[in-house]
């Protein structure tokens, strides 16, 4: 059933139902409880530990429930957490890189990955991650 409202805006309906929380391990290589998502791979490569996660957003707001189910990807340089996500493996591997050598402010990632027109979706960015 669609209504109008007095301002002329329409209304498909109640809005959606909150997503049922996603199942599966949650253990991060740093031995912590990963609180966006069951973690499906961890991808090692020399000092660098990549989660790959489904989004979890059964907790969040209702404006991320439609990345429910996501895949993401939560690098870690040296077992230490970066605090930052992205949207490919690219994405994180090469943030992991200019992490480990400009640190937690680096945009070098971000900058190598918009040379080379790939990553930039836009869809990146909890706790200032890019790529």
């Given amino acids: ?49 990549i989660v790959e996660f489904r989004w979890d957003a059964s907790r969040g707001p209702r404006g ?16 230490c957490d970066t605090e930052r996500y992205h949207s490919t493996l690219d994405g994180a591997l090469v943030d992991a890189v200019a992490f480990r050598s400009e640190g937690p402010n680096s945009s070098a990632g971000y900058y190598f990955l918009r040379m080379i027109g790939a990553g930039t979706d836009g869809t990146d960015g909890e706790g200032g991650g890019r790529g």
């Fill in 64 to 79: 991320r429930w439609t990345q429910h189910g996501t895949t993401f990807f939560h690098p870690y340089v040296n077992g």
């Fill in 1 to 49: 059933m669609t209504t109008t409202t007095p301002a002329g805006s329409t209304n498909a309906g109640p809005p959606p139902a909150r997503p049922e929380p996603l199942s599966g391990p949650r253990t991060t290589p740093d031995g912590r409880t990963f609180p966006w998502g069951p973690i499906d791979a961890v991808h090692t490569i020399g000092p660098y530990e």
